[in-house]
């Protein structure tokens, strides 16, 4: 298995994401049941608020340290140690300045932005879950660049069981007491599992010796050496770290910040479109509650294996990049694509044929059934795309990632403004469909660009 780094992770990553889903998979069932369909549609609202938060403070950090560290020779252990001490300060930095903003201003998020009152208490305790987060995802950073992917399986693990675990705990006791279950509960847990996960990825860090007590400094050459200099010097050495990675991390956050915030505007503009269709306040947000809350996490559910096979492929192409192996990206470039293909059919397939299943007897929610086998056709090209996308930021076209989901985002949401309000629902339907064939056929022409160098 240690020959085979990228299976040997991806199968590791997999099996905790896929253990994890199960659970949230069966915690969905339990939301569903336990505060109802519209309330998931509220819960689900506050899902931009933290995506754009973690975009600034985390995504880019982490896969910009990924990517560093990967192109590091294995031997260099105190580079990539200063690199993970400056992505912490960073992360950890910002964090704290968008945790006090979001709490500060939850009201006008939730009233202005979202347009939904009740996002803000939900908001206020969401935002204690922004600096662990980031401290969970510098150390996911740099396990992945080593290519060491036990431990984020881990921490992924834990906090999922523990998010899902405290809600329950919560929510049957306040049964059992004759106190109301309310939405907080479902937030608090998020926060619970936020802490659980950097506790053990701070336990993981000591055990092999990652955090140490002496502190290496780099110099402009990237030379180590160690040194019980003062404070300032420290200092310098963590400023220095963090500018490498900034100019890598730059593009990735302002990739993933354009796309929440376009997903954000989605988020808000369907309740919006159905209620210009014809359906009532409560109608619209059932709706919602149902495509956001069931449908499209059943379509996701195979992120199991796609999502640690877009992690671990980073690594292996920024190595390959760093060698100029270019034979070797297009060799992975077009296995993973057959894979994802062949993954996507079959998935396609089952949902088609389970539909009925999942939607009436599972989710007791007749609405997704339909909802279900209307979308199922679309996971080959939604499976491509995350992973192709992953292999163009291994190679560090971040931009033409941003332009190509900032073109697919912007055909959907033509759709939800002009289409839903004529023809009701179906309408996310076709532009979701349109938006995720143009964004493969842009993904695999870069990707075969780049492939021409071999």
Known sequence: MKKHPILSGTLILSGASFLSRIIGFLYRIYQTRTFGASAV????????????????????????????????????????????????????????????????????????YLQEPQTEALLRILSLSFVPAAIHSCFSGYWIGQQKARYPALCQLIEQITRVGTVIVLCESAKMRGIAVSLPFAVIGSVAGELASVCVCLLCAHLPGVITSRIPIIKANDHIRFSMRPLTARLS???????????????????????????????????????????????????????????????????????????????????AQARKDYAKIKTITLNASFILVFLGVFCSLTLLLFSDFLGNSI??????????????????????????SGILQGLGDAFAVLFINTLSVFARLCFIFFSIPQIGIRGYFYGLLISQLSAAIFFLYKCLKHCQNA
């Open 41 to 112: 549609g509220v819960l689900q609202m506050t899902a931009p608020v933290t995506a754009m938060v973690m975009a600034v403070s985390c995504y880019g950090m982490q896969t910009a340290l990924s990517k560093r560290i990967a192109e590091l020779p294995a031997h260099q252990k105190q580079p990539k140690r200063a690199y993970l001490l400056a992505a912490l300060f960073f992360s950890i930095s910002l964090s704290v300045m968008l945790t006090i903003l979001v709490h500060h201003y939850s009201g006008v998020l939730a009233n202005e």
């Open 363 to 388: 989710f007791l929610e007749p609405l997704a059934a339909g909802y279900i086998r209307s979308l199922c056709l679309i996971c080959p090209v939604l499976y491509l795309n995350q992973v192709l």
């Open 237 to 319: 050495n963590i400023t220095f770290c963090t500018g490498q990675l900034f100019s890598m991390a730059a593009p990735l956050s302002l990739n993933r910040l354009a796309m929440n915030f376009l997903q954000s505007v989605e988020a808000v503009r369907i309740p919006l479109s159905l209620r210009l269709y014809g359906y009532s306040a409560a109608e619209a947000l059932t709706v919602y509650g149902i495509l956001s809350g069931i449908v499209l996490p059943v379509l996701y559910f195979p992120g199991a294996v796609i999502g640690p096979l877009s992690q671990m492929l980073l690594p292996a192409i920024s190595q």
